[in-house]
């Protein structure tokens, strides 16, 4: 498991170099409870697992990336939204 957790972890950086690409989840800041999107179930411990992706041409256009506490989904985890300009 460790072993395909740090191949799909390379395959995703090799993709954010390839085509510059940004995760808008951690350029604000704010409180982990607003970035934070699964809660293991046994521990308890709050992981940063959703991300929102954009260019890196297209950052400043992002205004917010942010979780939605309390969001009824049919999910164990919190719903990611993105606000931008739209042009």
Same mark, same amino acid.
């Given at each position: ?10 395959? +995703?950086?090799?993709?954010?170099? %390839?085509?510059?690409?940004? @995760? ?9 409870? +607003?970035?934070?999107?699964?809660? !293991?179930?046994?521990?308890? !411990?709050? !992981?940063? @697992?959703? *991300? #929102? @992706? ?17 969001? %009824? ?5 919190? +719903? #990611?939204?993105? *606000?931008?300009?739209?042009?």
């Amino acid at each position: 498991m460790a072993s395909e957790t740090h191949s799909n972890g390379f395959r +995703l950086f090799s993709l954010y170099s %390839e085509f510059d690409l940004v @995760i808008t989840n951690t350029l604000f800041q704010q409180r982990n409870q +607003l970035k934070t999107t699964w809660q !293991h179930p046994r521990s308890k !411990h709050w !992981h940063l @697992i959703d *991300y #929102v @992706i954009v260019r890196r041409c297209d950052i400043k256009d992002a205004l917010l990336t942010r979780v939605m506490r309390g969001a %009824e989904c049919w999910t164990d985890h919190r +719903l #990611v939204r993105s *606000y931008a300009i739209v042009c």
